[in-house]
């Protein structure tokens, strides 16, 4: 009888795979094909595997901000927590972004100056050494508009996912932190506009002028 109904409600053929099934890319996914993600203030809790695939690609992130006259604090960008992730924030006024390897390893690179108050694109462009390689390193360059001001390697990042319950957020880092230069929420204390997040093949310097330009006309 199972069978029967089986068949006449389409429920065969029976999927017996395992672990395979938690590979986010043999699932219909809205994310696929997409290469430029855009994310306003107040974004919180999106899934990780619903998040932008910057996993073992070259990746830039974006944050159009108004920096707070007593100086920057807080996150901007960041997904995953103290198991794993990464996260693009402000602390002490200087810009930083950090790669969380399961907590044994953390490559974070810094701002060499305090980010002034004011009407800002920060990133992070994040290059492989091998795009594609699983777990590969890399480097990480933090630009002040198209102004280069702080850089760094990371040696392993991680390829699959970071956690099982933590999330992709905008503003803050809800739940455990990526890194231990703060805690969490550490919600951001000035003013983000929009956060972009963009996985094509784009220059760096292509695409900070297509955020100059985004910002001087909205």
Partial sequence: MFWAEAAKYDVLPLDDRFVERADVNLKPSYLRGKTRFLYLPGTTRIPEPSS???KNVDHTIVAEVEVAKGGGEGVLAC???EAAGY???MKDG???WEHNWFGESRYRVESRDKIPSGHHALSVRVECDKEGEFGGGGKATLRLGETVIGEGRFEKQVGARFT??????IGCDTVTAVSELYESPFAFNGAIKRVMIDTSEISAADLAAQVKIAMATQ
């Fill in 79 to 81: 997904c995953g927590g």
């Fill in 164 to 169: 099982v319950g933590e999330t992709f957020d």
């Fill in 94 to 96: 200087k810009l930083y």
């Fill in 52 to 54: 932008p695939p910057t």
């Fill in 87 to 89: 996260s693009l924030f």
